[in-house]
């Protein structure tokens, strides 16, 4: 398998916004980079800013066929369909990679349809905006951010190596290697069930005078709040039972708080916050 | 009822963290700040960084009867029994304000407490640190931060305008009155519910390798799970009654959005997101 050496060719398959982080990355970096996207203003949009050197709307056997390294950057569904139509113009020999954020259920489908002459090294950047759009890229979202790889077995040492060249080149800070059911496990409790406590808290109520009262923290938990319905839904759907494991655990949790209140049992309150102030002052030291 | 001429003397009674902030910020703004508070390190801190002129650990009649205006940034149970104390020693005429998180049911005692002869103002400064203490005051927490005064039947027009002032002073961008009871509900909703949700979210997971693995959110949302237990404890319990329904409230909504999961029920799920999409892009507009 290939390192990440300076004449590799990359393709980006998808300009979104992580797309387009990454192309503005590696191009960054001296990379030759091109993408595939449907939407002529996306590609025109990188090409126009520097960040890919060529690029297409459709789906060319001798464009997609001309890569080192392949970068997906979809919605899983899409990803999916995508490597079912067009997967064999890919090169034998080609390091496959992603950005999707659900991995059990996934990963093992694409290297599936994928076959052995190209390899799947499954990645999660942990990283985003509010915003969508290559229009609204910038690889700086990535400086100092995780990166999960999720391996299976059917992965090499050597591929794996070179999508850690690839984060550490994208400017991410600690990269880390899980399995795809724990990548599910961790990102369903650390993401997900945090836009969910986001999404339900700014559900609740009516809000047009909210911003004459807030302080930070009002504001700083719902900023994920303003979510892409129709990414976060599918990445919800896709990962559905361990997201519902996490939001019970996270139900049970704020229950045994709520009925401690009720009880005014005030060092049962206490020794939670006690907890929680233990648990999160370690996210400071860093 | 006073102006907020520069010839006035402020009391600050507790020179916690908010404390320490009024007292820096009025210094600042030029006026003769003077503070009593239980522990000489706070009081020797406070000179030593020249935001209060004088100072004092006990409470003497002379001392305490000689400012125009007193500022009580205490626990509630300890500005409740100071106030219970000490409250005859504060000259006729004098205007009271506070910082408590809690109105509805404080106010009407400390207001019986006090009399007819000094008026007292609550208010409630929206902005805080995850630290404690004089010494880690800094008046710039003020700047641009909400403001909330909740006047009674017993307040006067003028009263309220000169906290309103004040609040200017210490740099405050929206000043708003709401009645003690519908400060209660709205801080309920928007501080205390995202406190239950932070440390509730906190304690549900070991968390030794969270940070690894974490993107942005998961830090935003728990940022506020670093918390002084007795003094939100004691917030929480002098609320219970609202808070409850607002963690009820939360408790509904959540639940509404893990049944839409559990059912696939995309479309549901994707109206809720469209909703706080809706609601949280007007806080941005600020």
Redesign the interface.
Known sequence: MTHLTPDKKILIVGLGLIGGCYADALSAAGFEVGAIDRRQSAIDHALGRGIIRHGATGVLPEYAGSFDIVVFALYPHVFESWVMDYGRLLRPGTLVTDVTGVKGSLVPRIQDLLGGEVEFVPAHP???RELSGVENSDRRIFDG??F?ITPTGRNSAAGVAAVRELAEVLGFR?I?V?SPEEHDE??G???Q?????????????E??H??????????????????N??M???L??EN?PA??K??????A??????DE??A?D?EA??E??????R??????K?
């Open positions: 942990m990283a985003g951010a995780n999960i600690k880390s899980l961790m990102i409790f650390l993401s069930l945090t836009h969910c406590i986001a999404v339900a808290l700014m559900a609740c109520r809000s047009a909210f911003i004459d009262y807030t302080g930070d923290s009002f504001r700083d938990l719902t900023r994920i709040a303003r979510i319905e129709d976060w839904t599918e919800f759907l559905k997201l519902l996490q939001m019970d655990l996270f139900m949790k704020f229950s045994e708080l709520r209140l009720a005014s005030a309150i206490k939670m916050m006690r907890l929680s102030t648990r999160r002052a370690s996210f400071d860093d």
